[in-house]
């Protein structure tokens, strides 16, 4: 064998983990029925193909070579160490049964594994925090180290976290199962909540390591399309992919040089990313023609209206508050409700969307919530009404948690000063 | 797998109960025990007396301690409990959730721990 060969299938190899590791592990959690022996085997594997793919050649179906060859390490090693361990071999006898009674892999029952993978991981039984960590460190392949940086943690916690997530699995038998008919809708919803989280921790938080950021943003973008590819009518998941594109074809904008907020209005257009805008807005596109539309869909066609238009000016704010007056239909909230009076504003002028600001205001939840003060401020400002305009921006970064959004409302202060 | 379902509700609200209301509850507590049991899920069942019935029983250093009521106060008590045999967590869920308590209480659902047998 030629060193060049043995070069090429150790690249195939590392390829071919980065693209299917968590696709084979997924597939041998359902086979061998427990989290831990599916990495050990998996690992095992891949171990494998770097011994013998160099001289057997990249086999046709990598993934499911993988899978079989890491059945049949776990099975191996249950009878290795059933010598020093009696309840090992009860296991090796365990999975052999198994693999009598399911000795073939299709590639159909494979990408379910994946589906199973990510319903587990996401089951409401186990705490929302659980969940994400879960996820990140299962199905995404980040390490404890990563997931801790990312949410301000520490590596033994979230290990932890993993950890006991893992034995609830395991004691409570929460079933490795795509959820029936019935329970789709709910458990989907979880999903794509824990994605999104994952998206706007990425995405939104100021403080932590920016690398990692930027990994959890691409690492919940590449979750959205794995479940579309699996999931491709349900208009949710088109939504919240569309969505998450949208907000970040606008991440190299969103701050000055200098680290400061941008607003909307101030950002220079031209560099928003136009490949993700036009994969956005065919996605949401095909959510509308599903005819099954939720908030991320809607916010998506929200986000879409502001990505297509040239300034703020000319965006079409008649319809954006339109999808806004749906988005308080089917998920009303207060901070959708201030989102609509600010669209009001930009359409019919800052009284009528002061009015609105208002009379949410007044109908209290947003009392403790900077952004709701910060656009009253605005509104007041542009109608002149300087001191009343001064005591809400004042308001506001009292509530503001995050540095550069207190030091954007101090510069609003000192401009109306 | 076996799962031991605990039916925590206020028990101030069941004695506040008119009597059709606190009827037509029962009712319902008999329909599903009668239908999951003929399903086989339901492997047994009792409800309890309110708590002011309850003793604590506790030893510490060899000496017993007995005190009146349950350990703590909260605004939800035991007030019975299901042995259910269940698949899985999904199913024990499922057939949880059809306990009338669950729309005014809360269910807590807890495999049983099984203690391996030579």
């Known amino acids: 064998m030629s060193e060049s060969s043995t070069d090429d299938a150790r690249a195939a190899v590392e390829l071919i983990y980065r693209a299917e590791s968590r696709r084979v592990l997924a597939s041998l959690i359902r086979l061998l029925g427990d989290f831990d022996r599916a990495e050990e085997a998996m690992h095992d594997a891949f171990a494998a193909a770097l011994q013998q793919w160099p001289s057997s050649g990249v086999p046709a179906n ?3 070579w993988l899978v079989s060859a890491g059945r049949f390490k776990a099975i191996d090693s249950a009878r290795r160490t059933a010598r020093f361990d009696a309840s090992q071999s009860l296991i090796a006898d365990m999975l052999e049964q198994r693999h009598a009674a399911q000795p073939e892999l299709d590639d159909e029952s494979l990408d379910d594994d994946w589906l199973r993978l990510i319903f587990t991981c996401c089951h409401p039984a186990l705490s929302p925090d659980a969940q994400i960590a879960l996820t990140l460190r299962e199905v995404c392949d980040l390490t404890t180290e ?42 989907l919803d979880a999903v794509l909540h824990v994605i999104y989280l994952v998206f706007t921790e990425g995405y939104s938080a100021t403080s932590g390591d920016a690398v990692v950021r930027t990994e959890l943003t691409r690492e919940s973008i590449r979750l959205g399309r794995l479940l579309l590819e699996l999931l491709p009518d349900e208009g949710e998941v088109s939504g919240l992919l569309a969505l998450m594109l949208l907000h970040d074809s606008r991440r190299a904008t969103r701050t000055t040089r200098a680290g400061e907020i941008a607003l909307l209005a101030e950002q220079d ?34 986000a879409a209206l502001h990505a297509e238009a040239v300034s703020a000016e000319t965006t079409d704010w008649a319809q954006i508050m339109g999808l806004y007056d749906v988005l308080l239909r089917i998920a009303p909230t207060p901070i959708v409700e201030l989102n609509r009076a600010v669209a009001v504003a930009m359409r019919d002028g800052a009284d009528a969307g002061l009015k609105l600001v208002d009379e949410a205001l007044a109908r209290g939840g947003l009392d403790s919530y900077h952004l709701a003060h910060a656009a009253r401020a605005d509104l007041l400002a542009q109608l002149g009404r300087r ?31 | 797998m076996k799962y031991l379902c605990l039916i925590y509700e206020n028990e101030q609200a069941w004695a506040a109960m008119s009597q059709p209301d606190a009827d037509t509850m029962l009712k319902e507590y008999h329909a599903f025990t009668d239908g999951y049991t003929k399903s086989g899920h339901v492997l047994g069942s009792n409800a309890l007396q309110p708590t002011h019935t309850a003793t604590t029983v506790r030893v510490r250093n060899g000496k017993m301690s007995t005190t009146d009521g349950p350990f703590a106060e909260t605004r939800e008590q035991l007030g019975g409990y299901y042995l259910l045999e269940a698949k899985d967590l999904n199913e024990a869920i499922q057939i949880a959730a059809k306990i009338p308590g669950a729309r005014t209480g809360g269910i807590e659902v807890r495999p049983i721990m099984e203690f391996p047998r030579d």
Do not use: C, H, N
């Open chain 1, 387 to 417: 001191a009343d305009a001064l005591a809400a921006y004042e308001q506001a970064r009292a509530l503001a948690r995050l540095e550069p959004e207190r030091r954007f409302l101090e510069r609003r202060l000192m401009e109306l000063q």
């Open chain 1, 146 to 187: 990563q997931v801790a940086r990312a949410f301000l943690s520490t590596p033994p916690t979230i290990a932890q976290r993993i950890v006991r997530a893992k034995a609830k699995i395991r004691d409570a038998a929460i079933p490795y199962a795509i959820p029936t008919r019935a329970d789709m809708p709910d458990r």
């Open chain 1, 62 to 64: 990598p993934r499911a």
């Open chain 1, 269 to 302: 257009r031209g560099l928003w990313d136009r490949g993700e805008i036009a994969e956005g807005t065919q996605l949401v596109e095909r959510s509308m023609r599903t005819g099954r539309v939720g908030p991320y869909a809607v916010q998506a066609a929200i």
